[in-house]
């Protein structure tokens, strides 16, 4: 799910100390990117780099991480197109069954014979 808001609720949203601190070990340990942050929760990458200013213990030693890495943001994102491509597939697999149902229900109607017999019932 998206966080999907307008400009003056994204202003007033705050994250807790925890999540910041949280997604700044994560950059910090090349486990994700400032701009997936960003990206994923809606956030602007200044105010993701003044996270780390902030809660970064490598930020005063002149570290600068830039490597990309496997976290939460990069697994949810990938989830997502996941889901995507199986909503897909499903969709098509029920556009199937529905033909094969009005094909079955057409031959039925043309040549008299019921071809869906009921399992289970002796005549």
Known sequence: MKFIQTEQERRRRT??????????REIEQKVTRICDVSREYEVSEPTVRRWIQKYSSNYMKGVK????A????KRLMAM???IAEL???????????DFKDKMIELAETTYGVDIKKKFGVLP
Do not use: H, P, W, Y
């Open 15 to 24: 994250f807790s100390e925890d999540f910041r601190r949280l997604k700044v």
């Open 65 to 68: 991480t830039v490597v990309e």
């Open 70 to 73: 496997e976290s939460d943001t």
């Open 80 to 82: 997502k197109i996941k």
């Open 87 to 97: 909503e897909r597939a499903v969709g098509q697999k029920q556009l199937q069954l």
